[in-house]
């Protein structure tokens, strides 16, 4: 704490202790005092940090800081540096990346700096941290907020495959064939020498393994940085039921990846049966009317199961949001 700003919290405090019974509101004298305070030295904080999944040894990356002068105080201007950390705490002693100037910062004004590093040697999963003024040379009010910790960054010369999406039709019938569509990516700093395999499995439970049942599976090769939409063709060979759908890429760990543990993707449960299954996917009405009036209510019912039906439709009236045959039928 800067000799400045010490004095100025001194201050505060004395005219909380001279005010006692002056008729002056305390919490109008605390927010005057307070603005005071924070007036004196700026108080500069990183509040967002991003960079890439990953990086080449010793490639060359970009990284995006967001730094901000977070109180009225006059124009500053400061370096951010940039570390990579083996933990989530961020300090001097963590391996530099890279410096940049942060420019002139007036009070509560932001700035988005794109800082061009350059990854070391070493191989591994790192933490993205930023630092601002690390070596102290601008007094703050507050000292102890100038790091931030952003994403890990796998280092190294191997692909890393993950999914973005996973989608399947609401029904299926017993032994019936589907497609279910997925996103796969390789995330990783380079291409495996062969294809990488997909899996889709269907399991009884949402545990995601390769112990659950394969419903179907499919192969395609991808470049470091590539991602692909592609439809997997399934079989329900399950009972009846709702069965939880989930795809794993190189299921077998035939491929070494940079990370291997973002492999899977969860999906929305698939069922499996021979009967119609309804569902309300809007309904409106009037927002108001006088009592014993009739009102028109527009509803689109749908039949997502897997054979034909028929059934009827109530509206109820209810005071609250769930929706049950005990609230006052309205309609049929």
């Known amino acids: 704490m800067s000799m400045k700003s010490s004095r100025a919290r001194s201050l505060v405090l004395v005219a909380f202790g001279l005010c006692a019974g002056c008729g002056i509101e305390l919490d109008e004298l605390r927010t005057a005092s307070m603005r005071a305070a924070l007036g004196a030295t700026p108080d500069l904080q990183v509040t967002a940090l991003t960079g890439p999944t990953s990086a080449l040894p010793s490639g060359s990356f970009h990284a995006t800081a967001t730094v901000c002068n977070q109180v009225a105080a006059s124009t500053i201007s400061a370096t951010v540096s940039l570390y990579f950390s083996t933990d989530t705490t961020i300090t001097t002693a963590d391996t530099l990346l890279g410096s940049a100037p942060t420019g002139v910062l007036a009070g509560f004004q932001c700035v988005v700096l794109d800082i061009p590093v350059t990854a070391g040697s070493a191989t591994g999963a790192w933490y993205l941290g930023a630092y601002v003024d690390p070596s102290n040379a601008v007094a703050e009010t507050i000292e102890t907020n100038n790091t931030r910790v952003g994403p890990r960054i796998f280092v190294g010369s191997k692909p890393d495959y993950t999914f973005t999406a996973l989608t399947l039709p609401s029904a299926v019938q017993p032994s019936g064939s589907f497609k279910a569509s997925t996103t796969v990516c390789n995330v990783g700093t380079t291409a495996a020498a062969g294809n990488v395999t997909v899996n889709l499995y269907l399991s009884a439970d949402a545990g995601v393994s390769t112990s659950n049942p394969v419903a179907g599976s499919t192969s395609l090769p991808l470049a470091a940085g590539q991602c692909t939409s ?33 492999n899977s ?54 005071t609250d949001t769930t929706i049950t045959t005990v609230d006052i039928m309205a309609g049929n």
């Open 230 to 262: 592609m439809d997997v063709s399934g079989t329900a060979s399950g009972s009846a039921g709702a069965w939880y759908s989930s795809t794993i890429a190189d299921p077998g760990s035939a491929i070494s990846e940079l990370n291997e543990s973002n």
């Open 265 to 318: 993707q969860s999906g929305a449960q698939l069922r499996v049966g021979s009967s119609p299954d309804f569902t309300i996917t809007a309904a409106t009405s009037p927002s108001g009317a006088s009592s014993g009036s009739s009102v028109t209510t527009n509803i689109t019912a749908c039949n997502i199961g897997t054979t034909s039906g028929s059934a009827s439709v109530s509206v109820y009236l209810s």
